[in-house]
Each structure stands twice: as structure tokens, then as C-alpha cells.
């Protein structure tokens, strides 16, 4: 029985991802919470407004220079897909064609 | 007082025009939990590991930003590691506490009990539906928790063929499935788009996230990025000011 857990998840696998759960959960419920105590400046509204591309800006870049010049081509031909066509299975099919293409290329 | 800005209204009819509403989002989702699946794959998740975390975590872009910073391998798991992920994740979800927030006037006609447990299932798609439904005079509840449901469901159901098939691959490399998270998060940018502007902060949070990214081990650099990125906005004077 403990083999066949083991061979589907390891303990600190499931602990983490219960920590992931509880600090999502504590984002979803608070500012609905909050909002009986605390008003909401614009500044704070701007902040939260920028988060999202930031986070993408931040994970991506420092990514694409780690992956090499391949990675940064595939990125630039998906974009330049979801600016044509707002798909993202296409510029997901976009950007992986190019990628492998690239790196069968030896980029 | 207006006549009902203080009645809760939550129906069946309600949950099913939430389903109705959120299904123009259906197909990204699906795309989005199945390329999740994919790289957890990549990432050594097991498959139960990436359904599980689907389940309970259920927001995409936390998800895919833990990928990036999960430890590799046989590393092994320690409290420092867990407790990283979970303020990582936190950083990441904070725009919930805003969404949240934005719903508070609906909300309130209902009880905290109802709202604590419908709250799980909050999330961008069913709060855009719910906000449009609400800003067009809609009261009833049901449409939030119904969009919510069927996104909840969707996304767990789509990771499991994501991760099969990514599991399938045995060079993820050679098929890019290592960028399959990069560029769906770069196509995601296109959709933010709110002018010159607006992109500064992106900018700003790129740079620092770069150099960060060299003077700092781990992943401390998407946290510093996606900080600088929000106190640049709180900086920038008001539009027109």
C-alpha cells in the first residue's frame, strides 16, 4: 500500500501543494473581507491592476535569457500569432513549431 | 436605498446562465490546463500530483509560476521550500484580493458563511463574467458560483490529458515542451494590453527581475520583479494629472 502511494505522490509534494492551496484561498477570501474594514485607494487599485503583466514580464525574461536564442525567437513568433490572430492555441502552436524548428537548426 | 441593493438572490436558473456566460472562455482554459498538465509532466509532477494541485489550488498562473520555481528532482522537500512556494503563490494571486474586493457591494447581501465557501471558487474568468453580469444590473449569485463551477471542472479535466501526453514525451526539449509555459505566459501579454502606459511597470519588472535574477539564488527574482512592477505603478502619477 505504501509503495503504490509512494509511486503516486511523495509527502512534501502534497504538503506543498496544501500550502499553495491555503495561500491562494487566504487571496480569494480577503479582500471581499478587507472591504468591511479597509477602503481602497487608486494608488493600491493601479498597484494591483499591474500585477499580472509584471509577473509575466518577471518569470519570462530572466527565463529567456537562461533558454538561449531559440526560446527568445519562439516567444517573438507567438506574440506576433496572438497580435494577428487573438488565439492563444495558435500562438501556443506558433511559438512551438518555431521553437523546435529553431533548435533542430541548432540555434 | 435602491430596491435591491440588499436582497440575496441566489437561484438555479442563476448557476445555469453562469455556465452559459463563462463558456466563450472554455476553449483558453482548456488549452491553458492542458499545457499546465504538459509542464508539470516536464516537471517530474506525477500525474495525480498535477490533478491535485488543479483541484485545490485551481489558478493557472500560480500554477504554472510554481513549475518554474518547484525544486528539481530528487531534492529534497524542505519547510524553507514550502513555505517559498506559498508566498510565491500568494504574490501571484494577489490580484484575487482586488477582484475580490471589486465584489464586495454584491457579495455582502449574502452571508460571510456563503461567501467564504463560494469564494473558493473565485477566479479571472468567473469574475469578469460576474462583474459584467453585476455592472448590467444582474443580482443573483448563482451566475458567479456557476461560471466558478464549471471552470473548477473544466480545468481539473483538461490537466490529466495535458500531463498524459506530456508524459509521453520522453525528450521534452526536443518538442519545446520546456517552453510551453514561456510562451503561453508571453501570448497572455497581448490580452493586458492597455497602452504604452500602462506597460511601464511590465517593463520595470522585467529589468529587475533580470538583474535580480543574477545577484539572487532561487526564484527570489520573480517576487522582486513583480514587487518593483507594482510600486512603479503606485508611483505613476494618475493618467492626465
Known amino acids: 500500500m505504501s509503495e503504490l502511494v509512494a509511486s503516486l505522490t511523495t509527502p512534501g509534494v502534497v504538503v506543498a501543494i496544501l500550502a499553495m492551496a491555503l495561500a491562494t484561498y487566504l487571496c480569494r477570501v480577503s479582500g471581499y473581507f478587507a472591504m468591511n474594514l479597509i477602503p481602497f485607494t487608486p494608488r493600491l487599485r493601479r498597484a494591483l491592476a499591474a500585477l499580472p503583466g509584471s509577473i509575466i514580464a518577471a518569470t519570462v525574461l530572466p527565463l529567456v535569457e537562461r533558454l538561449g536564442l531559440a526560446a527568445g525567437i519562439a516567444l517573438a513568433a507567438a506574440l506576433g500569432a496572438m497580435l494577428i490572430r487573438r488565439n492563444e492555441i495558435f500562438a501556443l502552436v506558433v511559438g512551438l513549431t518555431v521553437a523546435v524548428a529553431a533548435r533542430a537548426w541548432g540555434l | ?241
Open chain 2, 1 to 241: 436605498m435602491t430596491f435591491d441593493s440588499n436582497q440575496p438572490i441566489l437561484t438555479r436558473a442563476g448557476i445555469l446562465l453562469g455556465f452559459r456566460m463563462v463558456m466563450p472562455a472554455l476553449p483558453g482554459v482548456v488549452v491553458f490546463a492542458a499545457a499546465f498538465g504538459a509542464a508539470a509532466s516536464a516537471k517530474g509532477l506525477t500525474l495525480l500530483e498535477a490533478a491535485l494541485m488543479s483541484a485545490l489550488v485551481f489558478a493557472g498562473m500560480s500554477q504554472m509560476v510554481a513549475l518554474e520555481a518547484w525544486p528539481h528532482g530528487g531534492a529534497a522537500w524542505t519547510w524553507a521550500a514550502v513555505a517559498g512556494l506559498a508566498v510565491l503563490t500568494a504574490v501571484v494571486n494577489s490580484r484575487m484580493v482586488l477582484q475580490g474586493a471589486s465584489l464586495h457591494p454584491w457579495l455582502s447581501a449574502h452571508g460571510n458563511g456563503l461567501n467564504a465557501l463560494q469564494l473558493c471558487l473565485l477566479t479571472d474568468a468567473n469574475w469578469l463574467v460576474g462583474a459584467r453580469y453585476h455592472a448590467d444590473g444582474g443580482r443573483d449569485l448563482g451566475v458567479l458560483i456557476g461560471a466558478g463551477l464549471a471552470l473548477w471542472v473544466m480545468w481539473i479535466l483538461f490537466t490529466i490529458p495535458g500531463h498524459l501526453v506530456g508524459a509521453l514525451v520522453s525528450d521534452p526539449k526536443r518538442f519545446a515542451l520546456d517552453l510551453v509555459m514561456p510562451i503561453f505566459f508571453a501570448a497572455l501579454l497581448v490580452p493586458l494590453w492597455r497602452g504604452r502606459r500602462a506597460a511601464v511597470p511590465w517593463v520595470v519588472a522585467g529589468l529587475v527581475a533580470l538583474v535580480v535574477s543574477h545577484l539572487l539564488p532561487g526564484h527570489v527574482f520573480i517576487m522582486a520583479g513583480a514587487i518593483a512592477g507594482m510600486v512603479t505603478a503606485a508611483l505613476m502619477p494618475e493618467e492626465g494629472a
